[in-house]
């Protein structure tokens, strides 16, 4: 089983940037598609963004775009999600994923969430 342990939520002002990490203690990625969810109070929990265990194309959902970049290493069993301009609907517990497609919502393991607050 993959253990995934996210860091680097926070708050911020609109206009700000953080960077999210995921990391798998004592576990590889291998075969795994790792990706990032987020969600709002009463909110269903939304895709954010996928990166490929293969090394093809990211996927982002289209609110994102332009603005956050996933990225892996899997060396360090990480991956990222760097967030810039954030804004207040960006507030949200976000979640890193793990699955054989979670851009398409197939994931098998889940981290325990990281509160991202963005101040107005």
């Known amino acids: 089983q993959v253990q995934l342990v996210e860091s680097g939520g926070g708050t911020v002002q609109a206009g700000g940037s953080l960077r999210l990490s995921c990391a798998a203690p004592?576990?590889?990625?291998?075969?795994?598609?790792m990706g990032w969810f987020r969600q709002a109070p009463g909110m269903e929990r939304e895709f954010v963004a996928a990166s490929s265990w293969s090394g093809g194309p990211s996927n982002y959902a289209d609110f994102v775009k332009g603005r956050f970049t996933i990225s892996r290493d899997n060396v360090k069993n990480t991956i990222y999600l760097q967030m810039n301009s954030l804004q207040p609907e960006d507030t949200a517990v976000y979640y890193c994923a793990a699955g054989p497609s979670p851009s398409t919502g197939w994931v098998e393991y889940w981290g325990q969430g990281t509160q991202v607050t963005v101040s107005s």
């Open positions: 004592g576990r590889t990625f291998r075969g795994y598609d």
